[in-house]
Each structure stands twice: as C-alpha cells, then as structure tokens.
C-alpha cells in the first residue's frame, strides 16, 4: 500500500515539474487546400514539358522562339515563388504574399507571351492550345491555394 502511495505521488510530482515542448504552428492545410497546391505543382510541371516541345517546334520561327522563351521565364518565375512559398511552409511560417504575387506575376507573364505567339502549323497549333489549357489550369488551382488555405 505504502509503495502505491509513493508510486502516486512521484508521477504527480513528475507531472508537475514536466514542461511541454512549446507547440509550432504550421499550414497543413485541410484536404481542398492540399489538392489545390499539388494541382498547381503538376500543372507546371506540365505546362514545362509543353513548353520544351513547343521551344523544339518553334525554333525556326525567331518570334515564336522569343514568344515560347518569355513563357519560359513566366514559368520559371512562378515555380520560384511556388518553392519559396513551400520552404515558408515546411519551416512553420506563413506563405510570404510576395511569394504569392511572384507566382501570380509569372503565370500572367507566361499567359500573355503565349497569347502572342502564332502558328499555322497544326501540331503547333495543338500543343500551343494544350499548353493555354495547362496555364488556365495552374491559375484555378493557384486561386483555390488563395481561398482554401487559410
């Protein structure tokens, strides 16, 4: 019995004494906010392959290069901003709104060179359309990002 006694009021004393570790926040997200941002990683991951195959297709024609070049950098623009946003995130810390805007600039960026390129090659053509999908695409999920990450 006395052993008992002693066993309880040691874990007491343990527990009083005992300091939890100090509680990190961080931006899981709920289930819509982690398939908008892996929507939008795979969409650019996408619209670079698009972008390489139209940078071979178009490499006869000086503007379409310039065009499928400044998409390029959009694109590269937003993935920075995308991997900044992620160190934020994996550090516990919110997702910098510069980091936000750079990859909202980027996809703009890249939309509008895309807009400017011209073809009458159907095989162009196709992938130039497949390629609109895929920015549209990467901008639906990068709003939902914005609304449902919170």
């Known amino acids: 019995m006395l052993s008992r006694i002693i066993f ?8 009083v004494f005992v300091q939890a570790a100090p509680l990190a926040t961080r931006q899981i997200g709920n289930l819509q ?9 795979s969409d650019l991951a996408q619209a670079k392959k698009t ?8 490499g006869s024609d000086p503007a379409g290069s310039q065009g499928i070049s400044a998409v390029s950098d959009g694109l590269n623009n937003a993935q920075a901003g995308i991997a900044t946003i992620a160190k934020s995130l994996l550090t516990g810390q919110a997702a910098p709104a510069d980091a936000r805007q750079q ?7 890249a939309g509008t060179a895309l807009a400017s390129i011209n073809s009458t090659d159907p095989t162009v053509t196709s992938n130039l359309d497949k390629l609109q999908t895929q920015l549209t695409s990467a901008g639906t999920a990068g709003e939902g990002v914005v609304s449902n990450c919170k």
């Open 8 to 15: 309880v009021l040691f874990v007491a004393l343990t527990a």
């Open 33 to 41: 906010c982690n398939l908008d941002r892996i929507k939008i990683v």
């Open 51 to 58: 972008t390489q195959t139209l940078t071979t297709q178009l």
């Open 103 to 109: 990859v909202a600039d980027g996809l703009t960026a």
